[in-house]
């Protein structure tokens, strides 16, 4: 029973060094871009970039990715 009140009163107190829990807003941004060129009848090359940011009170809930996408699209 003990460790269970130390755990509780360290989620909350003021270290998060020590597992306090911290609250606030979190966000999410994504921000996408995509282009194709037709090289002739039935062929057309494809590509994208994403990127994707979270925010949020801690670093545990804060993230940065991007990703890019290249393709072909062939019609017969």
């Known amino acids: 029973m003990l460790g269970a009140a130390a755990s509780s009163s360290a989620a909350f107190g003021n270290n998060p060094n020590t597992g306090a829990l911290q609250f606030g807003q979190e966000s999410a941004d994504k921000f996408e871009f995509g282009a194709n060129y037709a090289l002739g ?14 925010a ?18 062939l019609r017969f």
């Open 41 to 54: 009848p039935g062929i057309k090359v494809l590509g994208g970039v994403q990127y994707y940011n979270f």
């Open 56 to 73: 949020g009170p801690s670093n545990a809930v804060a993230a940065q990715s991007w990703a890019i996408l290249l393709g072909m699209d």
